[in-house]
């Protein structure tokens, strides 16, 4: 089932992929998403976003199922719990030490160093395809490549999983105003410039963010036949009515929504 791929030439882009040393193991236990749970856990549970996306996957007995990006290898304990063949990939060496130490006995599933780009595997192999917070460490070029590769292994009727964050029309046009706002109440400390910087980590390796449209177009691109929505997490904040009232308005009505809310998921189905 696995097959060597070579991967071409990477010279000479100013678009140059993030290095995987990036990516080290304080990066997955104290900044990528999940960590806490992951911690406190020890990969048994999932945080909301993962459970969310993992959820609208319909993982089931007897599937091939492989996930991008492995990271820590909490999806890839949850898929062989349900009785599915899992394999992971992930191009930083401390993800893929962190995924195989994750998985306890009788948990098999086979977790490689590869990248995305040029996946070693044969030719619609897989159930199913999983991207759960990878798309916005890809550069465009990267992610159509990912995207090729993705559909190649993937069976006809099989389906790619995404979930991204942020929604990039948040970041372009929502957060301007959310900082204005809170910068007036006094709290402008918490809200640098570049949203990236809110978690410092992500200014280096945060390079394409997308939007539910974007991302909707780049699929059928691809050869999918894409449902995409957007979510936002819980803000459980405790404030006056009037702030209440723009929250709902602003989280829950087209068009403010289409910028308000955070999370981008999509389920595609390749199409024969």
């Not at 071409?8 to 290095?19: C, L, T």
């Not at 390796?205 to 936002?232: C, I, K, P, Y």
Request: proline share 7%.
């Amino acid at each position: 089932m696995i097959k060597n791929r070579s991967k071409g030439p990477g010279g000479g882009r100013a678009d140059q992929p993030v290095p995987p040393e990036r990516y080290d193991q304080a990066y997955f236990l104290s900044v990528c998403e999940g960590y806490e749970e992951f911690v406190a856990s020890e990969g048994r549970e999932l945080s909301r976003r993962l459970k969310a996306a993992f959820a609208v996957a319909g993982i089931e007995p007897g599937m091939r199922v492989l996930d991008v990006g492995c990271g820590r290898g909490e999806i890839l304990r949850h898929c062989a719990r349900l009785g599915a063949e899992a394999h992971g990939i992930d191009y930083a060496p401390a993800a893929v030490e962190m995924s195989r130490q994750a998985l306890t006995d009788g948990e098999a599933a086979g977790v490689y160093q590869a990248d995305a780009k040029w996946l070693p595997f044969a030719d619609g192999i897989f159930d199913r395809v999983l991207l759960f917070d990878i798309v916005e460490h890809l550069h465009p070029w990267e992610l159509d490549q990912a995207l090729r590769e993705v559909r190649r292994v993937l069976r006809p009727g099989g389906r790619v999983v995404i979930h991204t964050a942020p929604n990039v029309w948040y970041d372009r046009y929502a957060y301007p105003v959310v900082r204005f706002v809170r910068i007036l109440m006094g709290q402008g400390d918490r809200y640098p410039k570049d949203p990236r910087a809110i978690i410092p980590a992500n200014v280096d390796v945060h390079v394409n963010e997308q939007s539910a449209l974007s991302l909707w177009r780049l699929l059928r691109r691809h050869g999918f036949h894409a449902r995409v929505w957007l979510d936002t997490p819980p803000q459980n904040r405790r404030e006056n009515w009037l702030f209440r009232v723009a929250r709902h308005v602003l989280f829950n009505w087209p068009p403010f929504r289409w910028f308000f809310e955070r999370e981008v998921f999509a389920v595609a189905e390749r199409r024969a």
